[in-house]
């Protein structure tokens, strides 16, 4: 068994689209409508196979927590990027790009080395060695 893909809400479809294929390489596979539900997804595929399912409808929900916040649910992606160096580099595009970073980079408790980011929703990305 593994998991087959993993999922996230987006207010703005082609905005998160444009963030994960450019700062992550994600090969972006045909844009999927369904105009009875009004709902619309992209699944993101990583170098790795891993898949991530991006998707929009027009009346979501705002979030609970603040952005950036410990809450209840899915609490982040980590991409292991292969080294520490990688991990800096990242970390400098995302700042530069404008995405918050919220920690790191620095070695972690339980030996990662990692920076905490958020994309352009405001959901949490790990970045691993």
Known sequence: MHIEHVAIW???LERLRTFY??????????????????FESYILRFES????????????EPRSAQT??????????AFAL???ERVCEMTVRLTAAGCPILDGPRLTGDGYFESAVLDPDGNRI????
């Not at 294929?21 to 009004?38: C, L």
């Not at 790990?126 to 060695?129: V, W």
């Open 49 to 60: 196979g891993a898949r991530l399912e991006i998707m929009h409808k027009p009346a979501l």
């Open 126 to 129: 790990e970045l691993t060695a």
């Open 82 to 84: 292969g080294s520490r």
């Open 21 to 38: 294929a450019s700062h992550f390489g994600a090969i972006v596979g045909p844009r999927y409508v369904n105009t009875a539900k009004q």
């Open 68 to 77: 950036g916040q410990d809450r209840a649910g899915y609490a982040h992606i």
């Open 10 to 12: 987006t207010s703005n």
